[in-house]
C-alpha cells in the first residue's frame, strides 16, 4: 500500500469533508535508510464512515486507537488508522483528525464497521463525553460502573469528586 | 410446572483466576459450557496519561517504563519515538540498534514467563520450572546491560542513556548460544507433549475472521494467521533493515488452528526470531554516539520550546503499542499524552475463544492472550439461592483435573 492511494481514496470517499491533508514522513533505518510517510488529515462526523469503509475496501485496516483532547470550545477526537497490514513495509499510517463542538458531541460508531472499534469508541465516550450514534455497548469501560465524570474534560468540575468517590469505592469493595 | 433455569451467570474476578492480574468475566455458563461472557476492566487504572500531562517529559518518560513491568522497555521506546517525530530529534544509529536489542531480549523474557505461566494453568509445574529457571539467563543479561531486570531506563529522548560495552558482546553471544541449544528440548516439551496439545489444541479457537474484525494484535492475532507485526509491516528503528517476516503456526509447518496451541508455537518461533536478531544486531551495529542530546538540561530546555503532534508504535511482546504524543511550546509536559497497550487491543477477541468452552478451560484461555492487569485472588459462583467461593487454587484444581482426565 502507498500513500498515494490513500490519499487518493479519502479525498474520493469524503470529498471536501476531507481538510488540511498532508504527509508527514520520517526517515527509518540505518544500513537501508528509507522515507515513511503517513497521513493526516481533518474530516467531517458524516464522512467518518464512508471514508473509513472506503480504506477498509482498499486493504487490511486496522484501528489502533482514537485518542482525543479538550480543546476548548470543542473536543478533538484523533482515528490512528492503519492500511495495508501483513507486507513487509506496505502498511500507512493514518490519523483522521475530528473536531466536535461541545455543544453537539456526537459522532457516528465505528463498530459496525470494525467490530473492534466498541473498546476505545467505550474509553472516549466515558473520559471525553462523546456520545457515540450506533455503538454496540456503551457501558463505562474502565472507570467504575457509577462515574459519570469525564477526567480528560477541563470542564468537568465532577473530577475532584469523582476521584473522593473512587477512592471510597474501592476502600467499599477492598472490606468485602 | 415452573421452567427450569439452564443458563448460569459466573463472576471470574476482579479477582483474576489465571494470572495476577485484576478484571472481571462475567461468565454465563450451561452445565460445563460457557455460552457468554462479558469482561470489565479498569480495575487498575491508575490514571497514568493524567498523571504524565502534569509533569516534564523527562519524567513521564520513567512513568511510561511503570506502565507494564514486563515492557518496560516498549513504552519507553514508543513515547520517544513520537516525542521525537513531534520535536524533530534524530537518533543515533548506535542508539537505534540498541533499542532493538533490548527490545528483543524483553520478547526473549516475556514469552517464557509466559510460557511458565500457561504450563502452570495446565498443572505442568514441571514445564513451568523448566521455562522460568531458563529465563534467568536473559534476566541475567538484562541487568548485565542496563543493570536491572525489569524497568531498564535505558531509552532518552534522541537515544540511549547506556551503550554496549564490548566486553559485554561475548556474554550476549553466549546467551544466544544457550537458548539456541535449549530451542528443540523447549519445542518438544511444548510442542509433542500429549498433555500438552490435549488441553490446548481447539481450545479458544479465534478465527482469523474475528482476529482482523476485533483488531486484535501481537501473537493472538499471527497464532490465528493474520501476519500483523508493526516491525514488519511499519518499519521504524532498523527494523526495516532486516527483512523481517511475521511468523504464524503456517512457519512452523502447521495447518492454523487459531487456539492455545497455535500461540504457543507463535512464541517460541518468536523467541528463535528474537535471537536472530540480537546476533544481526550485534553484527551490524556501527559505532558512534548513543544520544543526541547528551546533557538532560539542553534536552528538557529544548523539549520545552518544541511544538507538535507525534506517533509512535512498536511491536511489544504482546502487540502492538501505540503512543500520541502533542506538544505545546511553553509547556514541560505533554499537551495530550495517550497510550494504547497491547492488552486493550485483545479485550475483544477473549470473547469468541471463551464461547463454548468449558469452566476447566477459562485460566488457560485468559492466559493465552497473556493479558497485562494486576490481580486480586478470588472467584464467586452464584447457583440459585447456594452461593460458594472458588479460590484460585479451586478453579487452578479444577483445570489440573481436566488435564488428568483427558490424558487418562
Partial sequence: MTVDKVLDMLRTSAGEALTDPELRSRTVGVARPQEIKEVWAGISGQALVPAVRALADLAPLHLSVISGRDAGEDIELLYHLTVGYGTEGGEVLVTLRLMLPKTALRVPSLCGLIPGAETTEREKREFLGVAFEGITDDRNLFLPDDVTAHPWRADDEEIGGMVRRTVKWEERNAGT | ?408
Fill in chain 2, 1 to 408: 410446572m415452573q421452567e427450569r433455569k439452564t443458563t448460569y451467570e459466573i463472576p471470574v474476578g476482579p479477582i483474576h483466576p489465571a494470572l495476577k492480574e485484576n478484571i472481571r468475566f462475567t461468565f454465563q455458563v450451561e452445565g460445563e459450557r460457557i455460552r457468554s461472557v462479558d469482561v470489565k476492566p479498569g480495575f487498575v487504572h491508575r490514571g497514568i496519561e493524567y498523571m504524565g500531562m502534569r509533569r516534564n517529559l523527562i519524567q513521564v518518560l520513567y512513568l511510561s517504563e511503570r506502565i507494564c513491568g514486563i515492557c518496560s522497555i516498549s513504552h519507553p521506546i514508543v513515547l520517544t519515538q513520537a516525542v521525537e517525530q513531534a520535536a524533530n530529534i534524530e537518533v543515533p544509529p548506535r542508539a537505534q540498534y540498541i533499542r532493538v536489542i533490548v527490545s528483543e531480549l524483553e520478547r526473549i523474557h516475556s514469552h517464557l514467563l509466559w510460557a511458565g505461566v500457561a504450563a502452570h494453568e495446565l498443572g505442568f509445574d514441571t514445564l513451568l520450572h523448566l521455562s522460568w529457571k531458563v529465563r534467568e539467563k536473559v534476566m541475567d543479561i538484562l541487568e548485565e546491560l542496563t543493570g536491572n531486570r525489569v524497568d531498564y531506563a535505558l531509552p532518552i529522548f534522541g537515544g540511549v542513556r547506556r551503550d554496549i560495552a564490548a566486553e559485554q558482546y561475548p556474554k550476549l553471544m553466549e546467551m544466544i548460544r544457550y537458548y539456541r541449544g535449549l530451542f528443540e528440548e523447549l519445542s518438544d516439551t511444548f510442542l509433542r507433549d500429549p498433555s500438552v496439545e490435549a488441553r490446548t489444541r481447539d481450545v479458544g479457537v479465534l478465527t482469523p475472521k474475528e482476529a482482523h474484525e476485533l483488531c486484535a494484535v501481537g501473537p493472538v492475532a499471527r497464532a490465528s494467521g493474520l501476519r500483523k507485526d508493526v516491525r514488519q509491516d511499519w518499519p521504524y528503528l532498523v527494523y526495516g533493515d532486516f527483512d523481517l517476516t511475521a511468523l504464524t503456526p503456517e512457519d512452523h509447518g502447521v495447518e492454523v488452528h487459531g487456539d492455545v496451541y497455535d500461540r504457543i508455537i507463535v512464541r517460541l518461533l518468536e523467541v528463535a526470531q528474537s535471537l536472530d536478531l540480537v546476533e544481526r544486531c550485534l553484527r551490524e551495529m556501527p559505532e558512534g554516539e548513543i544520544t543526541s542530546f547528551p546533557k538532560i538540561p539542553a534536552l528538557l530546555a529544548y523539549l520545552k520550546k518544541a511544538e507538535g503532534e507525534g506517533i509512535g508504535r512498536h511491536e511489544a511482546p504482546r502487540g502492538e503499542v501505540i503512543h500520541y504524543v502533542r506538544l505545546e511550546a511553553g509547556q514541560e509536559g505533554p499537551a495530550v499524552w495517550k497510550v494504547k497497550a497491547p492488552t486493550y487491543s485483545n479485550l475483544m477477541p477473549w470473547t469468541p475463544m471463551f464461547r463454548e468452552q468449558e469452566i476447566a478451560d477459562i485460566p488457560i484461555i485468559a492466559a493465552s492472550i497473556d493479558p497485562c492487569m494486576c490481580c486480586m485472588d478470588r472467584v464467586h459462583v452464584d447457583r440459585g439461592d447456594t452461593r460458594e467461593a472458588l479460590d484460585k487454587q479451586a478453579l487452578l484444581r479444577l483445570s489440573w483435573e481436566k488435564t488428568r482426565r483427558v490424558c487418562g
